[in-house]
């Protein structure tokens, strides 16, 4: 029983704030490079900001660059995405992800989605 869960997803307006977190349970994230993805209605799922193990290197995509910061804590077993100034654009289903690669930089798992372990989601909806 090695799962992730998202918490932390509602309803905010445009330039709102959310704080999404994802806690791990039957394994250590320090062992994981971990990654938050998103997926919209009628998109494909895209990886949105993804983190190194040592937490010394994270990777933010381009259209969350500035606004979005991705963080972890270790000792607690949990990884945040703090998101702010928030967009309709921003609305969807928000995955966390684990990737236990010996070798995988947070880009890259950005990049190729490379998660071993995947949570169930939760809903982010950016509306007036």
């Known amino acids: 029983q090695l799962q992730l869960a998202e918490s932390g997803g509602g309803l905010v307006q445009p330039g709102g704030s959310l704080t999404l977190s994802c806690a791990a349970s039957?394994?250590?994230?320090?062992?994981?490079?971990i990654g938050w993805f998103r997926q919209a209605p009628g998109k494909e799922r895209e990886g949105v900001a993804c983190i190194s193990k040592r937490g010394l290197n994270s990777y933010v995509a381009a259209s969350v660059e500035g606004r979005f910061t991705i963080s972890r804590d270790n000792a607690k077993n949990t990884v945040s995405l703090q998101m702010n100034s928030l967009q309709p654009e921003d609305t969807g289903i928000y995955y966390c992800?684990?990737?236990?690669?010996?070798?995988?930089?947070?880009?890259?798992?950005?990049?190729?989605?490379?998660?071993?372990?995947w949570g169930q989601g939760t809903q982010v909806t950016v509306s007036s």
């Open positions: 992800a684990a990737d236990g690669s010996l070798i995988v930089t947070a880009h890259a798992m950005c990049y190729r989605q490379s998660g071993n372990y």
């Open positions: 039957g394994f250590t994230l320090d062992d994981y490079v």
